[in-house]
């Protein structure tokens, strides 16, 4: 285990999501008084909607703030799976309506996510490094962002060595092909929060302690960048 992962468990999720949502926009507030600007990547799924919402009404400089995803199913926005939509709803909204979003899922490259990864690689990178804020969720299956165990591109994805800023994934339990930013550019981050609600998601958590090898160990188990984990039943 890496001493860089620092555990916070909270009663309910309603105090995890409110004490996460105001820790993320001090974070995101300090970084726009320090250099005028912000940037947070963000996880889909169903954990982060209640956090999302009090991050929504937090007051700070919005219009200062990027804001984009650790990974996306590849889908058009139409689509319930897509996470951009997800974003716009719960968190591009009230104090945050003024945000700007950066979608990882490229209209132009509808059909072929491959074909995608260059220019969005390089919208993601003109955000600028680090990202301020990266904010991880973790699957039943031990998967973080769109690493998936048995994805296509998983290893690419995990080596700490590697180049790219996002590839795609195509897994068993995936659904529909994704796009996920890569390990290194999760990494580059000054702060790194793994979101995780439930009994279940603790025990993977904790198996991936006692050395079971699923993909979310390699974000515990890297010594590059603090992890903490906010977690509730
Ligand atoms: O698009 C996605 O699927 C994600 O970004 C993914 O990595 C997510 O964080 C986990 O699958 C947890 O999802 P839940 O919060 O729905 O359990």
Redesign the pocket.
């Known amino acids: 285990m890496n001493a860089k992962v620092n555990r916070h468990e909270f009663a309910d999720r309603l105090t995890l999501g409110d004490t996460l949502a105001k820790d993320i926009a001090g974070k995101l507030d300090a970084a726009v008084k320090a250099r005028g600007k912000a940037s947070l990547a963000v ?6 909607k209640l956090m999302f919402a009090v991050l929504a009404e937090q007051e700070i400089d919005w219009s200062k703030v990027s804001i984009t ?5 590849w889908v058009d926005e139409s689509s319930d799976r897509s ?1 951009a939509a997800l974003v716009k709803h719960h968190l591009i909204a009230h104090e945050a309506h003024v945000a700007t979003f950066l979608p990882l899922f490229d209209k132009a490259h509808a059909d072929d996510v491959d074909a995608a990864l260059a220019d969005v690689g390089k919208r993601v990178d003109a955000l600028g490094k680090p990202f301020d804020v990266v904010v ?5 299956d031990g ?4 690493f998936f165990p048995g994805g296509d591109h998983l290893a690419q994805a995990l080596d700490l060595d590697g180049k790219q800023s996002v590839l795609s994934m195509r897994a068993d339990g995936a659904g529909e092909p ?1 796009i996920t930013l890569s390990l290194p550019r999760v990494l580059d981050t000054r702060a790194l929060y793994l979101h995780i ?1 439930g009994n279940d ?1 603790k025990a993977i958590l904790d198996k991936v302690i006692g050395g079971e090898d699923l993909p979310i160990a390699a974000v515990l188990k890297q010594d590059r960048t603090a992890v903490d984990v906010y977690w509730s039943p």
Do not use: I
């Open positions: 996880s889909g799924g169903g954990t982060p995803l650790v990974d996306e199913r996470n991880l969720g973790m699957g039943p998967h973080t962002a769109s994704r609600e998601k």
